[in-house]
C-alpha cells in the first residue's frame, strides 16, 4: 500500500499526542487516559469523515501505533472504533446538559493548589468532567448499551455518585433504573419540605425488581422477607445508595400491645428512618393507614430531634395510581407505593424433576 505524505502527517500527529499527553506514564490515571481517547477519538472523526483513504484506515492506524508503541495497550481496531464512537456520541448531541460543559476558558484557569492551566483538554468547545472521572470500560459500557444522551448521563452521574463497578452499572442498565427512578407514587410534596421532597422522590424506584430472589408457586410474604434479608447486598443495591440496615420484624411496643414493622431501615443522606412494608397482592387504601400508624411509632420511639420524619415505603404486586393518590391524599405522614418484581419462578414439574440433596450426595458417594 503507498502511503500518502498527507497520511503520514496524520500519523506523525498522532504519535505526537501520544508523546504529548505522556501516556505511558499515566496510562493508569484515568483522566489522563480519557483525554487521551477523547483526543484520539476525534482525531479518528475527523480524518476519516475528510478523507478517502478507504475502509482500511482503523487498521492501517492500529498498526502504525501498535508498531510504534508496543507497550502500550488500547490501539487495537476494536478500541480505536470504540474511541472514535466515544468522540461522536457527546459532541454530536446538542441536547448534552450544561453541567457536562465546562468552556476551554474555564479550564485554562488555574485553581487554588494550581498555578498551571488544565492540559491536555477534552474537546474543542466544553469539557465532559464527569466522564474524566468514571473509568474507560464503563464509558464503553454505556455508549455501547444506551442510546438516549439523557439516560447516558444519568449513569454517569450514577456510576460517579456510587462508585459502581462495571459489571454492577451493566446490571443497573439491564434492570432499567433509569426509567424506574423516580417513579413511585408519593404524597411527598405536602409532607417533607423542599429539596428534602425532591431527594425522597429520586430514592423510590417503581417498579422495584427482586430478580435474585429464587421462589417456588406458593410463596408468602415472609419468604420474600426472609430471602431479601439473605440477599442483603443485593437488597440495599435495589434500594439504592445510602440505606442503612437495621433490623427485620422490628419490635416496638404501645402499652401491652406489640407491633412488628417488615423492615426498618435509616437513609443517611436523608438522616430519616425508612419503615419498608411488603404486601404479596395488589394495594388496598387500608395498607396506607397501617403503614402510616408504623411511621407515627417510630417518630414517637427511635426518631431523635434533629432527625427528619420517617418515611415508608409500600410495595405491592401490583397499584392503581389514582386509588393509590386518594389513599395518600389526606395522609400527613411521607409514605410512597411501588410495585415489586421478582425474578421467574422455578415450575413446579421442573421442580419435582430436579435431584434432592441427598440424591446427590449419595451418588457423591459412590464415585
Known sequence: MEISPEYKNWIAEVKAKVHSS??????????????????????????????????????????????EFPDIKGFSV??????????????????????????????????????????????????HQLLRQIPWGHIKVIITKIKDIEEALFYIHKTKENNWSRDILALQIESNLYERSGKAVTNFTHTLPAPGSDLAQQTLKDPYIFDF?????????????????????????????????????????????????????????????????????????????????????????LKRPNENPTIGILLCRGKDNLEVEYALQDIHKPIGVSEFELSTQLPENLKSSLPTIEEIEEQLKDK
Open 213 to 301: 430472589l429464587q421462589l417456588t408457586e406458593d410463596y408468602k410474604e415472609r419468604d420474600i422477607e426472609n430471602q431479601l434479608i439473605q440477599h442483603i447486598t443485593r437488597f440495599l443495591l435495589e434500594l439504592g445508595k445510602g440505606f442503612a440496615f437495621i433490623g427485620r420484624q422490628y419490635n416496638i411496643k404501645l402499652n401491652q400491645k406489640e407491633y412488628f414493622i417488615d423492615l426498618l431501615f435509616y437513609h443517611i443522606p436523608m438522616q430519616c428512618y425508612v419503615v419498608v412494608e411488603l404486601k404479596n397482592r395488589d394495594f388496598e387504601p387500608e395498607f396506607a393507614g397501617k403503614l402510616n400508624f408504623y411511621l407515627t411509632l417510630i417518630d414517637k420511639t
Open 22 to 67: 505522556q501516556i505511558k506514564a499515566a496510562i493508569a490515571v484515568n483522566t489522563a487516559l480519557i483525554e487521551f481517547y477523547w483526543d484520539l477519538g476525534r482525531m479518528l472523526s475527523e480524518m476519516i469523515k475528510q478523507s478517502n483513504w478507504g475502509d482500511k484506515v482503523l487498521e492501517n492506524v492500529s498498526r502504525y501505533l501498535r508498531l
Open 78 to 127: 476494536t478500541n480505536l472504533k470504540y474511541t472514535k464512537i466515544f468522540y461522536e456520541y457527546f459532541t454530536f448531541r446538542p441536547q448534552v446538559e450544561d453541567e457536562m460543559r465546562i468552556p476551554l476558558k474555564e479550564l485554562s484557569k488555574p485553581t487554588d493548589n494550581q498555578n498551571h492551566t488544565t492540559s491536555p483538554q477534552i474537546g474543542n468547545e466544553f469539557s
